[in-house]
Structure formats: structure tokens, C-alpha cells
């Protein structure tokens, strides 16, 4: 078993203002995705300034936020929002759902391009490289928040995670750290890899969508559901199966629609 890494979620305290390590993760995501826009920008238009750049990743990042806090309330705890609204403001205590903060993302992508002459799959076959940086940043700030941990297990790398978040304090997967290596450092390496040929459009948003959905169903299998959920049918199927099943068949469509459409039709990918 290995030891639980006991880190303190406030990264830095200044009187009253608390900077909580989750929220920095955000500041890493989108940070990472800028850099990585910059280097690949000429490829996607050369006629593109740093500026549009930069609109373009504020607007994808109030997407992943507003997209995301608004899909955990929807998805997840609709009841004790409702009860509770001022909740949905309370960010630094996690609350973030991928699924919504994609949708967030696909509209931002889709008003942006209206606005700059880019069809909606030109841009979002841009950003899917970019996603997993923040993915990934995002799944080490739930391990340091001790949140979304896994079922219990007697695997060699299993950890005991700290009593204010398991008190039962049984030795479970570290579900989190799957999902880095899965939802961040290895859809990063597809996609780039995949990327970095001419593909048609459409081709590099179906990888996205076809093996995140496969990562995070994969996942959930050893991932407890959220508490105020459960399991959802026959006692395994969560919510997050639920809603990367449709990423896995859209990826699927998408893929084959991007290799089955007329040659005039395809466009190089970034």
C-alpha cells in the first residue's frame, strides 16, 4: 500500500483569501492550452494574431467553468442546489463535471467560430489536442482535494485516503490518478500524435470524443459513483458511463464520417 500524499488544499493563505491548489489547476490547464495553441496556431492560420489566440482561449475557458459548474449541478446534485443556489458558487470545494464543461466548450467553439469564419469542427478539431492539459491538471487537484476516490482494493498501490474524506479509512484505488494518466497523459499523446499529420476535418475531434469516452467509462468501473447518486442500473453503471457511452458512439460517427466524405469535402486538419 502506499502512503497518501498529505497536502494541504489551501496552496497559499493571505489573511481571509485562501488560493486553493484545485482552482490553480485551472490557472495549469488553461496556461498549458495557450502555450500549445501558440505553437500550433500558424499551422491552423497563419493570418491569426496572438490576440484572437487569446479571445479565443478566454471563451473556451469560461465554457470549461460556467459549462462545468452548471453540468455537476444538473447532472449530480440537482436537489441540493435547488435547495441551496449560493452553493453553486462555492468552486474551491470541487463540484465540476467534464461531461458539462464539454458542452460549455462546444458552444463557446461554435459562437466563436460564427464570429471569426471558422466552421464549428475546424475549431474544435484545433482544441482537442489542448483538452487532456487541463484533464489532466484537473484530476491531481481532485487527488490533492482527496475527492473521488476508488473502491476498495488490496492492490500494491492502493492508498488510504484522509478520515474528513473516506472515514471508513479502507485502502481503495486511487481513481484519480487513473484518470491523469489515462484522461490526461495518454489522450495527450494520441491526440498530438494523431495531429501532427494532415487529417480530414472531424477526424481529430472523433479520436477526442471516442477515447475519452472509453477512458472514463473504463475508470468507473473502479471509481465510486457520487454519494447523493449511487449506482445508477444493475449495480455498476454510473452516471459517468452514462454520459461517455454517447462521446464513444459521436466519436465513432465522426471518425467514420471524416474518412467517408467526398475528398473535396475534407480539409487538413491542425
Do not use: C
Amino acid at each position: 500500500m502506499l502512503p497518501y500524499p498529505q497536502i494541504d488544499p489551501v496552496a497559499l493563505a493571505i489573511g481571509p483569501l485562501k488560493i486553493h491548489w484545485y482552482g490553480l489547476m485551472y490557472l495549469v490547464g488553461i496556461g498549458g492550452a495557450w502555450l500549445l495553441a501558440s505553437r500550433r496556431m500558424n499551422r491552423f492560420d497563419p493570418t491569426w494574431t496572438k490576440e484572437k489566440l487569446s479571445d479565443l482561449i478566454f471563451w473556451l475557458a469560461m465554457g470549461v467553468i460556467v459549462g462545468g459548474r452548471l453540468g455537476y449541478v444538473l447532472f449530480y446534485d440537482l436537489s441540493a442546489y435547488i435547495a441551496n443556489p449560493l452553493l453553486i458558487f462555492e468552486v474551491w470545494k470541487g463540484g465540476m463535471a467534464f461531461h458539462g464543461g464539454f458542452i460549455g466548450v462546444m458552444l463557446a467553439a461554435w459562437w466563436f467560430g460564427k464570429r471569426n469564419g471558422k466552421s464549428f469542427f475546424e475549431l474544435m478539431d484545433f482544441i482537442a489536442p489542448m483538452v487532456p492539459i487541463g484533464l489532466g491538471a484537473g484530476r491531481i487537484g481532485n487527488f490533492i482535494n482527496a475527492e473521488l476516490w476508488g473502491k476498495p482494493t488490496d492492490v500494491p498501490w492502493a492508498m488510504v485516503f484522509p478520515p474528513f474524506s473516506d472515514p471508513a479509512q479502507l485502502a481503495r484505488h486511487p481513481s484519480q490518478l487513473y484518470q491523469f494518466a489515462l484522461e490526461g497523459v495518454a489522450l495527450f499523446l494520441i491526440l498530438w500524435l494523431f495531429s501532427r499529420k494532415p487529417r480530414p476535418t472531424m477526424a481529430v475531434s472523433g479520436m477526442f470524443a471516442l477515447f475519452y469516452g472509453i477512458f472514463r467509462f473504463v475508470v468507473e468501473f473502479v471509481r465510486v459513483p457520487d454519494a447523493q447518486l449511487g449506482y445508477l442500473a444493475w449495480g455498476w453503471v454510473t452516471m459517468g458511463q452514462i454520459l461517455s457511452l454517447p462521446m464513444i458512439i459521436g466519436g465513432l460517427l465522426l471518425i467514420w464520417l471524416a474518412y467517408h466524405r467526398a475528398p473535396s469535402a475534407k480539409n487538413a486538419a491542425v
